[in-house]
């Protein structure tokens, strides 16, 4: 779901003004969301590695029309909202090969995190387990030089494998393959760590878009008092 930055502005001042600030996956996994008092969490997430999501300029500077660039100028006019988001890349790693390094180390600066959305993006229900397994552990070793986390998944179009237990883990070329976060698509809020609701292998999203249980759709919702989302004491 590609997302225009103009809306993208619009989206992250409602979440501002309704108390929500940038936490990542490792924060949530462990319910210490180091908010402030009367804030709530959200993650934000892209996925795909889209070009436009982090662009570079020829100086080395972050492109302010990409969304990094856009979160970056978000974040310097309101300092308690930091440029924290959580990326699941494919291996193109958002295009400018030069820059990839650098792209990393600026994202993790900001205590965001690259993580894993496989290696092509298929359907995994229509894979074999062989082949599930590859998607899912190769990016291990693509990640490995970034201090990236690729036990945290984002599963593409949200579809599990046939064999759902290999989510749960397997061996790769003599290594343990282990997740400790899988990501679905949608469609609504994720529960709090630790609550009956919480499996953390099937993790819930909401998506930026437009209609029936999109971001606007669950804003809506808190704004009239049917929704409570956590708030820091």
């Not at 387990?129 to 998944?153: R, T």
Request: some cysteine; hydrophobic content about 35%.
């Amino acid at each position: 779901m590609e997302r225009s930055g103009a809306l993208f502005e619009r989206d992250l001042e409602r979440l501002y003004k309704l108390g929500f600030r940038p936490i990542n996956v490792t924060e949530y996994l462990s319910g210490n969301f180091n908010l402030p008092p009367g804030a709530s969490p959200v993650i934000l997430t892209f996925d795909d590695a889209n070009p436009s999501q982090i662009q570079l300029l020829d100086d080395g500077s972050v492109d302010p029309k990409s969304g990094f660039g856009i979160l970056q100028k978000f974040s310097a006019a309101h300092p308690d909202f930091p440029p924290k988001a959580v990326y699941f890349v494919l291996p193109e790693l958002w295009g400018q090969p030069s820059f990839r390094t650098k792209k990393i180390e600026i994202i993790q600066a900001e205590g965001g995190e690259i993580a894993n959305h496989t290696m092509t993006h298929p359907n995994l229900s229509k894979l074999s387990d062989s082949a599930v397994q590859k998607e899912l552990a190769e990016p291990f070793q693509l990640l490995s030089d970034y201090k990236a986390n690729p036990e945290y998944l984002a599963l593409p179009l949200g579809i599990s494998p046939k064999n759902k237990s290999l989510l749960n883990g397997f061996s790769w070329q003599g290594k343990p393959i282990k997740f400790k976060a899988v990501f679905l698509v949608g469609a609504n809020p994720a529960p709090a760590p630790g609550s009956e609701n919480f499996n953390p292998l099937r993790i819930p999203r909401i998506q930026a878009c437009e209609g029936d249980y999109g971001l606007d759709f669950w804003l809506d919702k808190l704004e009239k008092g049917k929704v409570k989302p956590y708030v820091a004491p």
